[in-house]
């Protein structure tokens, strides 16, 4: 009688439980992570939408406006555009520091008359409401 290696029976063992391991730590990582927002930089009228983490860039005249919320198709921050003369709203990916872009925007857009941050949640918490709105959901809209 002959009896295998301790090796060759050890290490495929070990290596499909490894393997298996991985595999169950991806599949609950694809679980918890929440799904990918989509993305349309492609500017819509404001109406019907009701942003509650923006950015907001205001221009003087309807041109700026609409050249500007074209301009935002590239951008990879950019979630979703919309207008609402003479100002774009920008609903921004997931993880972006709106503040920072906001300052990013002001140097970028010289034209515009101001460029300031939606943050509802933020504005509710230094407010320190009592009944507080409801929280902003990730899509950055209500």
Known sequence: ??????????????????????????????LVRPPALPV???????????PCAAVVLVFPAGEDTWA???SFRDDPKA?????DPP???LLAVPGTDLKAWARELHSRYRTAERVTVIDA??????????????????????
Not at 40 to 50: Q, Y
Not at 121 to 142: F, H, I, M, S
């Open 1 to 30: 009688m002959t009896h295998k290696p301790l090796s060759r029976t050890v290490l495929p063992a070990a290596a499909t439980a490894l393997a298996a391991g991985a595999g169950l730590a991806f599949f609950v990582a694809a």
């Open 40 to 50: 349309d930089t492609n500017p819509a009228p404001l109406a019907g939408h009701t």
């Open 68 to 70: 500007a919320a074209r």
């Open 79 to 83: 979630r979703r555009v919309f207008v």
């Open 87 to 89: 100002s774009v709203f």
């Open 121 to 142: 949640d933020a504005a509710a918490a230094q407010l320190k409401l009592t009944a507080p709105p409801p929280k902003c959901p990730r899509e950055g809209e209500y």
